[in-house]
């Protein structure tokens, strides 16, 4: 069964900072492997979808990673501001088009 | 990609009664998936929506209580059944593309409070 974790839980930064969220996975038979953003009471908006013959994938400020070996993936984001506030979720596909969820990161930017 | 629009957004009901959730998409999908979110957790799988066939459920759900309706490839219906407290949650209805290698999208969700 596949098992999703992602550290840290919480993450606070001043704004301007670059920073890194993780995502371990235990099953590395995988299509790919998704990060997400939630945003307080709303649903999940799609930030970066990475193949698993990709090594990473960028838009804008955001760089996802895939090491797929050891079971991990990372997300950078450069010169955060108080708008990246949110819950970061790694989501891992391994079956059928069915995907296993981490825990999230809440980050909060302070100004 | 493809616009989902989930009805209702929120309700509050009473304890024993049936909630049935709608999901619209703008465009053919081959899957839906419908989650839980339970307070401060992360998603939860509850079914898969096949569409013209009963849905494929996760370990710990079952269709009595979350009966699921897929009549074609834009619209689904989850429905929570015989409603108690420890059912208040957001649930989300999401979709894939043609395939498994296509990225997953999710409406904004239907937070159920019940009473």
């Known amino acids: 069964k596949q098992e999703v974790t992602q550290i840290p839980a919480a993450l606070s930064v001043p704004e301007g900072e670059n920073l890194v969220l993780n995502c371990s996975f235990t099953d590395s038979a995988i299509y790919n492997l998704q990060w997400f953003r939630q945003d307080p009471g709303k649903g999940l908006t799609s930030l970066l979808l990475i193949q698993s013959s990709q090594r990473e994938q960028t838009s804008g400020r955001l760089n996802a990673s895939l090491d797929k070996s050891s079971g991990r993936s990372t997300l950078y984001i450069a010169a955060s501001q108080p708008g990246d506030s949110a819950t970061y979720l790694c989501?891992?596909?391994?079956?059928?088009?069915?995907?296993?969820f981490g825990d999230g990161t809440t980050l909060t930017v302070k100004p | 990609s493809a616009v989902i629009s989930q009805k209702p957004s929120r309700d509050i009901c009473q304890r024993g009664t049936s909630l049935t959730i709608q999901c619209q998409v703008d465009?053919?999908?081959?899957?839906m998936f419908w989650y839980r979110q339970q307070p401060g957790q992360s998603l939860t799988l509850i079914a898969t929506?096949?569409?013209?066939?009963?849905?494929?459920?996760e370990s710990g759900f079952v269709i009595d209580k979350f009966p699921i309706s897929r009549p074609n490839l834009t619209f689904s219906t989850l429905t929570v059944s015989n409603m108690s407290p420890e059912d208040s949650s957001i649930y989300l209805c999401?979709?894939?593309?043609?395939?498994?290698?296509?990225?997953?999208?999710f409406g904004d969700g239907t937070r159920l409070s019940i009473l």
């Open positions: 989501a891992v596909n391994t079956n059928a088009g069915k995907s296993t």
């Open positions: 465009s053919q999908v081959t899957m």
């Open positions: 929506a096949n569409q013209g066939s009963e849905a494929t459920y």
């Open positions: 999401s979709v894939r593309g043609t395939d498994s290698n296509q990225p997953q999208h």
